[in-house]
């Protein structure tokens, strides 16, 4: 008999997962591992930076009273170089010798630089500065941040700047959120594997690829990719093996109403079914549930609808897990070219999009047809056309998602 399913809009099944309470668990790391991690705590200054008054340029450094009658010659009483200190104080008309970033004496009220200045023949310990300067050239110490100033809020997403911060004041560990762990099944008698000979009947196992990079991409990690049969028991062995020790488990294929779409009944056999049915093309066979605390996203086996349903309910799972929003960007565009099919259902479409005047541009991709592939590599977004017994009309506003890392 034919199972009925009770079909749910693409934003009611959004806001059941949303509403899931997801676990989120901070591990301490390196902070040269911590590129694209998000932070756990606020980091702070945990000292005044710059921490020493430091010198702008290559020059000389005077006192104060010096700083009158020019030209005139100055007895150089040392060279700092950055890193080095000059422990003692400068007398009158005396100077020393000093390099881009490095300690400024403490008497010194201003550097001159080198271009300012002039060597005195046959008087190596001398040099004449020539003209004075209205700025001091000096770096104050704290200028920057000041002992217990925020560096970086907690919740966000460390890039290379921000770990040349942390590194900055000494850190070598940062806190920050686990990245979730999620298993990947693909289901399919008949899926081949790379490497096998093409078959009649066979296809390759394009998804499974597909899929663990895109979950790379998300900032998760891939603890195992399993290719199964059609069978039962050894899909519900896996999954209960893979529940144990991941965040989230994603499978792929054998969702629909078949004899052989086992994910399908096992979901309505789950302790909590959240959907199996959406108002949607493609993917409408798109399932979540969750089991054993475990959340499974069981994806369309097509390419298309599971490129899309990825991005619609798995990214933002995942981001939640580290506190963070999708990377995918929601906006309102304008029909580059008209759709002219009508639908029962709304309609996710993969396109290409561009930003003329301020206003996004938004045109079919290629194919609409939920198995092809051929145009994801190239898709930029998804849009959506709403359910309707007329086409859209040119410039019409459409939901995009700007997709990331396209």
Not at 22 to 27: C, K, S, T
Not at 51 to 63: K, L, Q, T, V, W
Not at 92 to 107: K, L, Q, S, W, Y
């Amino acid at each position: 008999m034919l199972e009925r399913r009770k079909p749910i809009t693409l934003e009611e099944a959004q806001a059941k997962l949303a509403a899931l309470k997801l676990p989120q668990q901070v591990e301490t790391i390196p902070v040269a591992d911590a590129n694209h991690r998000v932070l756990a705590e606020d980091a702070v200054a945990a000292y005044d930076y710059p921490n020493f008054r430091r010198s702008g340029y290559d020059g000389y450094a005077i006192r104060a009273a010096d700083d009158h009658d020019f030209p005139k010659n100055f007895h150089v009483v040392g060279e700092i170089q950055a890193g080095a200190t000059f422990d003692h104080d400068l007398g009158e008309n005396e100077t020393a010798r000093i390099m881009t970033g490095a300690f400024v004496p403490d008497n010194a009220a201003k550097v001159i630089m080198l271009e300012q200045t002039r060597s005195v023949p046959e008087q190596p310990d001398q040099v004449k500065i020539m003209v004075s300067q209205d700025r001091d050239n000096i770096t104050p110490a704290g200028s920057e941040f000041k002992q217990g100033a925020l560096l970086i809020a907690a919740g966000t997403e460390l890039n290379p700047g921000g770990l040349s911060l942390l590194t900055a004041f000494g850190a070598t560990e940062v806190k920050v959120y686990r990245q979730p762990r999620v298993a990947i099944i693909t289901t399919g008698t008949e899926l081949l594997n790379p490497g096998d000979t093409p078959q009649p009947g066979k296809i390759f196992n394009s998804n499974g690829l597909l899929i663990a990079n895109l979950v790379a991409e998300s900032g998760a990690i891939v603890t195992e990719t399993v290719q199964l049969v059609d069978d039962y028991k050894l899909l519900q062995t896996n999954l209960e093996r893979l529940k144990q020790t991941n965040d989230l488990v994603i499978t792929d294929g054998g969702v629909s109403v078949g004899d052989f779409d086992y994910l399908a009944t096992t979901a309505r056999n789950s302790e909590q079914l959240l959907f199996n049915k959406l108002k949607m093309r493609p993917g409408s066979v798109t399932t979540a549930f969750v089991d054993d605390n475990t959340l499974i996203i069981a994806l369309s086996g097509n390419p298309g609808a599971c490129y899309t349903g990825f991005y619609l309910f798995a990214e933002p799972i995942l981001r939640r897990f580290v506190g963070q929003p999708s990377h995918c960007q929601k906006v309102t565009a304008n029909l580059a070219r008209v759709y002219p099919k009508t639908n029962g259902y709304d309609k996710i479409l993969r396109g290409t999009y561009q930003l003329n005047d301020g206003r996004y541009q938004v045109q079919l991709n290629g194919s609409d047809v939920s198995g092809s592939l051929g145009n994801l590599q190239s898709t930029t977004c998804l849009f959506k056309i709403p359910h309707s017994h007329e086409p859209l009309p040119l410039n019409a506003e459409v939901e995009t998602w700007l997709l990331p890392f396209k």
